[in-house]
């Protein structure tokens, strides 16, 4: 099992650039979120997903849109990137919401520089 | 809303010293959980704790979770320089997601 696959694992883009940063998992997992690490704030929930179909917002949404059209897969897409988006990314995956017992799975992360 | 709040923010130990960190939350949780991030790594699951009072032990890793169901602390006795990196508490309310602290990062001199 590869557990949760980030892509890329670091990306400079250009102010009002887009891209999608991808996550897979292969673990069958529901649950799908989102998470920003920027120094002294800890990890941010972006937007998270409870299974195929389904999407909603976290804490920090703002300039960023998701998908999830199948269980294995849910894309992080930058809609026109802002220097204030340079940030680690990371994909978590997990059986349900709260991770209840087993806990989150992080992605490697997604290093991002918006110049 | 939710907030985890997480303290200290930095922590220098000598190697061999004891260390602990200390989680709170403005609402109850219904579970907490306990995350180890190394340097330029990605978090990684170390315990889960649900019940009000419950302790845990992990080796030299002691997890608590408070009688409120508000607080939690995680303590390592004799820490080794593989103990470094950034221990991060989240708490679960009964609904989705987890709710991060900032953080506590570890160094360890040697």
């Known amino acids: 099992n590869a557990g949760v696959t980030q892509t890329p694992k670091f990306q400079v883009l250009k102010t009002g650039q887009s891209m999608t940063l991808q996550c897979a998992q292969d673990?069958?997992?529901?649950?799908m979120s989102w998470y920003r690490q920027d120094p002294g704030m800890g990890l941010r929930l972006i937007h998270y997903?409870?299974?195929?179909?389904?999407?909603d917002q976290g804490e920090v949404p703002n300039g960023y849109n998701v998908s999830r059209s199948t269980t294995e897969d849910f894309p992080l897409r930058l809609l026109s990137a802002a220097p204030s988006q340079t940030s680690v990314y990371f994909c978590?995956?997990?059986?349900?919401?709260?991770?209840?017992?087993?806990?989150?799975?992080f992605g490697s992360g997604t290093r991002l520089t918006v110049v | 809303g939710q907030q985890v709040m997480q303290i200290p923010q930095y922590q220098h130990v000598q190697e061999g010293e004891d260390f602990t960190t200390y989680c709170n939350s403005s609402?109850?949780?219904?579970?907490i959980q306990w995350y180890k991030q190394r340097p330029g790594g990605h978090p990684v699951f170390l315990i889960q704790?649900?019940?009000?009072?419950e302790v845990k032990k992990q080796k030299r890793l002691t997890f608590q979770f408070g009688e409120a169901k508000k607080n939690s602390s995680l303590h390592i006795t004799a820490t080794q320089t593989t103990d470094v990196g950034t221990y991060f508490c989240?708490?679960?309310?009964?609904?989705?997601?987890?709710?991060f602290g900032t953080g506590t990062r570890l160094t360890v001199i040697p």
């Open positions: 997903s409870v299974g195929a179909g389904i999407t």
């Open positions: 704790l649900v019940k009000s009072g």
């Open positions: 609402t109850t949780l219904s579970n």
């Open positions: 673990m069958n997992h529901e649950y």
């Open positions: 978590a995956s997990s059986y349900g919401g709260t991770g209840i017992g087993y806990g989150y799975t």
């Open positions: 989240a708490g679960g309310t009964g609904a989705n997601n987890l709710f």
